[in-house]
């Protein structure tokens, strides 16, 4: 994945987070909304009740008549001992001795009071809301006119509920569902963030296996010219051998055509590989001689400074000649070119016998405790592409035989590919 992907993948990230939670904060706030205004309507409602139903009963208390009113009998009902509290005024109507409650349950100034009475009885219409007193205590008031059997407005009916509990208890509830919405916004963003991850999760492992398909095919084409290096060398050997020695062409032209072939196969190994390994292809397993099968491979090799001893004992085997002459020709490859002391000639030994390939060299060794990782691919000892050795563990495996490596007494390292052997 490269860095513009990255931070590309990251802002998409960023984005639907803030878009997510933008939304859900958006559907929060209107729902907390009207959660909140439906408490503080259920509040007024509580209060209107309230003042209403004492209005309600001085109504069929206060007797009006000719222009008097007569609030004797407001004095005999409990409702004047009470809460809410309330008074009889003239407001705009003729003057009369005002009547107030027998209790006082919040202090309400008279101005507010003979305000409250004289709109009521100037547009003959009944008035409820919250107001203010003149210590700015909250409170909630009716105000309905008095009306004579004449359906003359005579007075006014004040009625006040203190409503400092009622707004508390609303600023509470405030608070709470503020409080709540914004440890839900927290939550939401968290949220959006983990959906968001898992959202491009599919887009992250998409980048994330281009760049190792990317990265493998492209080690692996290294590996594959570095593979075609020896045979084009052997061949463009055996080219230049036939022309300067016409009379030997008959004994080049087949070892020629066996590099080509090699070739070939080296090209076709890691699609056929994958084939293989996919099941949609099997190995072209058949009885084989596995000794000649070596030396064929050494033979065709080109060992420039280097002395490649071949000792041989009859040796059959079922397998698949193509991979395993890829994985004889890896292994005398790896000898070659690791298998030596600086500055010196290589010198190893090649022994087969009762289906096992033992190639011993005079190089450094390996380390006992790297000896295992050797086989991995991309893994090498020396610099190069570590794909070699991959390919003789993986023939090694399909063939049901095994790869070891361990260090010979005299130096160098002893590479030994065992095959189960034919018993016929």
């Not at 006082?104 to 009885?121: H, M, S, W």
């Not at 107001?131 to 004040?158: C, H, L, M, S």
């Not at 503020?178 to 491009?200: E, N, S």
């Not at 690791?338 to 450094?364: K, L, M, S, Y």
């Amino acid at each position: 994945m490269t860095e513009s992907s990255t931070g590309r993948l990251r802002r998409l990230r960023r984005l639907l987070t803030l878009l997510f939670t933008a939304m859900n904060a958006f559907g929060l706030v209107v729902l907390a909304w009207l959660v909140i205004e439906a408490d503080a309507e259920q509040g007024r409602q509580r209060l209107d009740s309230d003042v209403r139903q004492v209005a309600a009963t001085l109504a069929r208390l206060v007797a009006a008549d000719g222009g008097t009113i007569v609030t004797a009998y407001v004095g005999t009902d409990t409702v004047s001992e009470q809460c809410p509290q309330f008074a009889v005024l003239p407001g705009s109507a003729p003057r009369f001795e005002p009547y107030r409650g027998k209790r006082e349950c919040v202090a309400v100034d008279d101005g507010l009071l003979n305000r409250l009475a004289t709109e009521a009885t100037a547009t003959n219409r009944s008035k409820a809301g919250y107001e203010t007193t003149a210590a700015g205590r909250p409170v909630y008031v009716a105000a309905d006119p008095i009306k004579d059997r004449g359906g003359q407005v005579v007075g006014a009916i004040v009625v006040v509920a203190d409503a400092v509990s009622t707004q508390e208890r609303h600023e509470e509830w405030v608070l709470l569902v503020v409080g709540g919405c914004v440890l839900l916004v927290l939550g939401l963003g968290a949220a959006g963030y983990f959906i968001a991850g898992r959202a491009m999760r599919p887009a992250t492992a998409a980048l994330e296996q281009q760049k190792s398909l990317l990265d493998g095919v492209s080690r692996l084409l290294d590996g594959v010219v570095h593979d075609l290096k020896t045979p084009v060398a052997g061949l463009r050997a055996l080219a230049e051998a036939a022309l300067r020695n016409p009379a030997e062409r008959d004994e080049l032209l087949p070892r020629t055509i066996r590099l080509a072939s090699m070739m070939g196969d080296i090209i076709d190994l890691w699609p056929r590989r994958a084939r293989v390994t996919a099941g949609v292809e099997e190995l072209s397993i058949g009885p084989l001689m596995l000794d000649q099968l070596v030396e064929t491979v050494v033979e065709d090799l080109p060992a420039q400074d280097a002395r490649i001893t071949v000792t041989t004992v009859p040796s059959r085997v079922d397998g698949d000649a193509t991979l395993l002459r890829r994985a004889v020709a890896n292994l005398i490859g790896n000898a070659l070119s690791h298998g030596r002391a600086p500055g010196e000639e290589a010198e190893i030994q090649v022994t087969v016998a009762d289906g096992r390939v033992v190639i011993a060299d005079r190089g450094p060794g390996v380390d006992p405790g790297q000896a295992a990782a050797l086989f991995e691919r991309f893994v090498s000892g020396g610099g190069s592409t570590g794909i070699g050795l991959a390919v003789v563990k993986w023939v090694a495996d399909v063939h049901g035989g095994t790869l070891r490596v361990y260090n010979r007494e005299q130096g160098g390292a002893i590479f030994e590919l065992a095959l189960p052997a034919d018993a016929s």
